[in-house]
């Protein structure tokens, strides 16, 4: 079974293993005639390869994208756009120790079950956070698509280890400050927070060990009326896409879990026209409301969990000898995926709101 998205006429299949040959996407659906600046493309990319700040892996990949079809000077001709990334800096024997003892908080184990042992281990395989390099690509490509609509995507590092940024304002995101948050090496809204944030990220790597943290996305531009009810809503194709990101543990939309707090009277978003235009006095409910959109800004939060890898002894079991055991994880990993994982879930969600536009 492939791992990918089929959102009507849209469809991303990842291919590829953490260790082997390289990893890759093919997009399927995209109109034909579409300009695509690779450039642009490789500076989304970028924002997500690892930083020389003592908070991300030593893994040094260029990640520069091979586009090997479906794309003929300069544009989408309407085929299946297809993408390999090589990789170049495997370190395999790094993960000798782990052939049979399953690294807790990873697939190993589940993979192993799943696949019956025939699963590539090393760097976590299929499973790995290197297979987001890919969904980061054709997140780009999405990206660019929503561009024509008047659509764009901003998220930043909402909380690290307890310390929090500001909120987006629910109402109204200026697109300068999006350009400024996606130019930042810690993409944060209030600067003054980033700082806390690292010292937090190195604190846990200099006791062997990591922290998560929450993401916010908001998708601005895209008009009342975009999505479906029930089971293929706004809110689901987002999750879906979000969920594919192997570090994700929550998704939530708008105030999210804290509905359960509210009441009525301050859960619902009130209205009023403005210019012939339907509006809300708050945004409460995330600019989605029966899986469709409302037309202010759709917002969503994502919790990314501590990176499982790290470096204190842990208990597990060998699932080959079946017996119990001690493990000691090596390697390069990220002491904190927050801010790396932030042009990710970008990327899920360019891909999920385009999907309800071609």
């Given at each position: 079974m492939s791992s990918g998205l089929k959102f009507g006429e849209l469809s991303v299949s990842i291919f590829g293993e953490s260790h082997?040959?390289?990893?890759?996407?093919?997009?399927?659906?995209?109109?034909?005639?579409?300009?695509?600046?690779t450039g642009r493309i490789a500076e989304f990319m970028a924002r997500r390869a690892p930083k020389k700040d003592g908070m991300s892996t030593r893994r040094s990949e260029a990640d520069i994208p091979e586009i090997l079809s479906g794309f003929y000077r300069g544009r989408t001709t309407g085929t299946?756009?297809?993408?390999?990334?090589?990789?170049?800096?495997?370190?395999?024997?790094?993960?000798?120790?782990?052939?049979?003892?399953?690294?807790?908080?990873?697939?190993?184990y589940t993979g192993s079950v799943r696949y019956e042992g025939a699963n590539d281990p090393r760097g976590g395989g299929h499973f790995s956070g290197r297979l987001t390099a890919p969904l980061v690509f054709a997140g780009a490509v999405c990206g660019q698509v929503l561009e024509r609509y008047g659509i764009e995507s901003c998220a930043h590092i909402l909380a690290v280890d307890g310390v929090y940024d500001d909120f987006f304002d629910e109402l109204d995101i200026?697109?300068?400050?999006?350009?400024?948050?996606?130019?930042?090496?810690?993409?944060?809204?209030?600067?003054?927070?980033?700082?806390?944030?690292?010292?937090?990220?190195?604190?846990?790597?200099?006791?062997?060990?990591?922290?998560?943290?929450?993401?916010?996305?908001?998708?601005?531009?895209?008009?009342?009326?975009?999505g479906s009810p029930m089971f293929d809503g706004l809110e689901n194709r987002i999750s879906q896409a979000v969920f594919g990101i192997p570090a994700v543990k929550a998704v939530a939309f708008g105030k999210g879990f804290g509905f359960a707090e509210m009441r009525g009277s301050e859960a619902n978003d009130e209205m009023y026209i403005e210019n012939d235009i339907v509006k809300t006095r708050t945004n409460n409910?995330?600019?989605?409301?029966?899986?469709?959109?409302?037309?202010?800004?759709?917002?969503?939060?994502?919790?990314?969990?501590?990176?499982?890898?790290?470096?204190?002894?842990?208990?597990?079991?060998?699932?080959?000898?079946?017996?119990?055991?001690?493990?000691?994880?090596?390697?390069?990993?990220?002491?904190?995926?927050?801010?790396?994982?932030?042009?990710?879930?970008?990327?899920?969600?360019?891909?999920?709101?385009?999907?309800?536009?071609?």
């Open positions: 082997g040959a390289g990893i890759g996407c093919v997009i399927d659906g995209l109109p034909s005639g579409i300009e695509l600046d299946p756009l297809a993408a390999l990334i090589r990789n170049t800096d495997t370190r395999s024997q790094d993960y000798d120790n782990i052939s049979s003892a399953a690294r807790p908080g990873h697939a190993d200026p697109a300068r400050l999006m350009k400024d948050i996606k130019s930042r090496e810690m993409p944060v809204i209030n600067e003054s927070r980033a700082e806390e944030m690292r010292e937090r990220v190195l604190k846990a790597a200099s006791e062997l060990d990591s922290v998560g943290g929450i993401i916010e996305c908001a998708v601005t531009g895209l008009p009342a009326g975009v409910n995330g600019g989605i409301y029966g899986g469709i959109s409302s037309g202010m800004p759709v917002i969503f939060t994502a919790a990314v969990r501590p990176t499982p890898s790290i470096a204190k002894p842990q208990k597990t079991v060998d699932i080959i000898r079946k017996e119990n055991t001690e493990l000691v994880i090596k390697g390069r990993h990220d002491a904190c995926i927050v801010p790396r994982a932030v042009p990710v879930v970008e990327a899920a969600a360019n891909i999920a709101v385009l999907s309800y536009l071609i």
